[in-house]
């Protein structure tokens, strides 16, 4: 069964950092979303992207973010300065169409030190 | 106002019982509502999505819409200790399927 997968499963890196996480979304999907999840702490969303472009954004989604789809089959959530408060489980999920389903990959794991 | 609330429990339920979830939004233009479960750590897995008011049932599993009362709840008849999760209901609006999740309730069941 096809499925969305990330990496990486856990990414630590220093205040002040760049870092790029990676999502492939399920191959015949055509919209794509980033959420993240603060620990013990609900999912929120952040960004959904759609005909490369973003279509929606959040308040959460700054300056400091951005995504990206640099080929056919990557989805990129980068973060240029990251901020403790970054700290958080981030999940791509992908869907097939506007008011379809959303499948969610396994998450990425990032810590801010 | 949140724009969806749910009982954050625990839910204590014995093995082979009914657990009833429950979820209200606030946006009455909303337009689909899901409800996913989550493993402590893990991602969010779809359980089943419903539309229209009523009831839809999938296996053990029957999600129950009142678009009136702003309502959407998740009924799991035979529970296992294995259901034991957290579940999230999940409300869509606008163009592009923009989530909004609940907090979550914690469902216990008990061997």
């Known amino acids: 069964e096809p499925e969305v997968t990330q990496t990486p499963s856990h990414q630590v890196t220093q205040m002040g950092q760049e870092v790029i996480l990676r999502c492939v979304p399920i191959?015949?999907?055509?919209?794509f979303y980033w959420y993240r999840q603060i620990l013990g702490q609900k999912v929120e969303f952040l960004v959904s992207f759609y005909n490369n472009e973003i279509s929606e954004k959040s308040e959460i989604f700054d300056d400091q973010f951005s995504v990206e789809r640099p080929d056919g089959s990557n989805f990129t959530l980068k973060i240029r300065s990251t901020k403790l408060e970054d700290s958080a489980m981030y999940f791509c999920a992908s869907s097939s169409g506007g008011t379809d389903t959303q499948y969610f990959g396994p998450g990425t794991r990032l810590t801010v030190l | 106002q949140k724009e969806v609330e749910q009982n954050s429990g625990p839910l204590s339920v014995p093995e082979g019982a009914i657990a009833s979830l429950n979820c209200t939004y606030s946006d009455r233009g909303s337009q689909s509502f899901f409800w996913y479960r989550q493993y402590s750590g893990k991602s969010p897995e779809l359980i089943m999505f419903i539309y229209s008011n009523g009831d839809k049932e999938d296996g053990r599993f029957t999600a129950q819409l009142n678009k009136a009362s702003q309502y959407v709840s998740l009924l799991i008849r035979d529970s296992q200790p294995s259901d034991s999760a957290t579940y999230l209901c999940a409300v869509m609006k606008g163009n592009f399927n923009k989530f909004y999740f609940g907090s979550g309730t914690k469902l216990n069941v008990k061997p």
């Open positions: 191959s015949n999907h055509l919209y």
